[in-house]
């Protein structure tokens, strides 16, 4: 008998909750710059319900390894679309006005220039130096554009971060579905540090029989993780 619709939708929101995890591990990569954690969680959703949505199970994927990229995807559009500073061509004038000033005076007394003095020199403000300061502390696009306004795009750079989220996830996934005794086995080796004999006095055997059996688990996360 074929799934009825309501089957397929509670077991889409089945998987989709069963995953909210990946939003979480995908959002983190990203804090830090620039945009609100609940912004990037909103878009990992986002990403998570297209995942689920276009996921293929005949096709052999897992589905954590398939919604990875989607998710981060989403998060990304945020950088692309919203996430860019916008500085304006006067305050980069000014920015770069004071650097040049500032390297001269530095050559000749040995220090930068204050904000007070900056200002008098340049007939400027003390907030407007202070902003030129700060616009001018962010890393500069060489290939960075204007637009009709004059004013220039600066795009922040985000790290691709994709391969090592996937692969770790992949790594979880592999030792999630490792019998208990060599989970421990893992967990003591790589997670606490332990070396073979350690690991053995814990679990009660001999190094050659965790030596054995670590190399046989170490077989089985490779081939789980290349599917």
């Given at each position: 008998?074929?799934?009825?619709?309501?089957?397929?939708?509670?077991?889409?929101?089945?998987?989709?909750?069963?995953?909210?995890?990946?939003?979480?591990?995908?959002?983190?990569?990203?804090?830090?710059?620039?945009v609100e954690y609940e912004e990037l969680f909103?878009?990992?959703?986002?990403?998570?319900?297209?995942?689920?949505?276009?996921?293929?199970?005949?096709?052999?994927?897992?589905?954590?390894?398939?919604?990875?990229?989607?998710?981060?995807?989403?998060?990304?559009?945020?950088?692309?679309?919203?996430?860019?500073?916008?500085?304006?061509?006067?305050?980069?004038?000014?920015?770069?006005?004071?650097?040049?000033?500032?390297?001269?005076?530095?050559?000749?007394?040995?220090?930068?220039?204050?904000?007070?003095?900056?200002?008098?020199?340049?007939?400027?403000?003390?907030?407007?130096?202070?902003?030129?300061?700060?616009?001018?502390?962010?890393?500069?696009?060489?290939?960075?554009?204007?637009?009709?306004?004059?004013?220039?795009?600066?795009?922040?750079?985000?790290?691709?971060?994709?391969?090592?989220?996937?692969?770790?996830?992949?790594?979880?996934?592999?030792?999630?579905?490792?019998?208990?005794?060599?989970?421990?086995?893992?967990?003591?080796?790589?997670?606490?540090?332990?070396?073979?004999?350690?690991?053995?006095?814990?679990?009660?055997?001999?190094?050659?029989?965790?030596?054995?059996?670590?190399?046989?688990?170490?077989?089985?996360?490779?081939?789980?993780?290349?599917?």
């Amino acid at each position: 008998m074929s799934e009825s619709r309501g089957d397929i939708i509670g077991d889409k929101n089945s998987l989709a909750q069963k995953h909210m995890g990946l939003v979480h591990s995908c959002c983190k990569h990203f804090t830090g710059k620039g945009v609100e954690y609940e912004e990037l969680f909103s878009a990992g959703c986002l990403g998570l319900a297209k995942a689920v949505e276009r996921f293929d199970e005949s096709r052999g994927l897992k589905f954590s390894t398939y919604a990875v990229p989607v998710i981060l995807g989403e998060i990304k559009r945020i950088f692309r679309d919203g996430g860019s500073v916008r500085v304006s061509r006067t305050l980069k004038e000014l920015s770069m006005k004071i650097c040049r000033l500032n390297t001269e005076y530095e050559k000749n007394n040995g220090r930068e220039m204050s904000v007070t003095e900056l200002s008098q020199a340049l007939n400027v403000s003390e907030d407007k130096i202070c902003e030129a300061l700060s616009a001018g502390s962010s890393p500069l696009s060489l290939n960075a554009d204007y637009d009709d306004e004059g004013n220039s795009r600066i795009d922040i750079p985000v790290s691709d971060s994709q391969e090592e989220i996937t692969e770790r996830l992949s790594l979880n996934d592999a030792i999630a579905e490792l019998d208990e005794l060599d989970r421990q086995i893992i967990h003591l080796r790589y997670f606490q540090n332990k070396t073979q004999s350690q690991t053995a006095d814990c679990l009660a055997m001999t190094q050659v029989q965790i030596s054995r059996r670590e190399r046989k688990i170490l077989a089985l996360i490779r081939e789980k993780m290349s599917v």
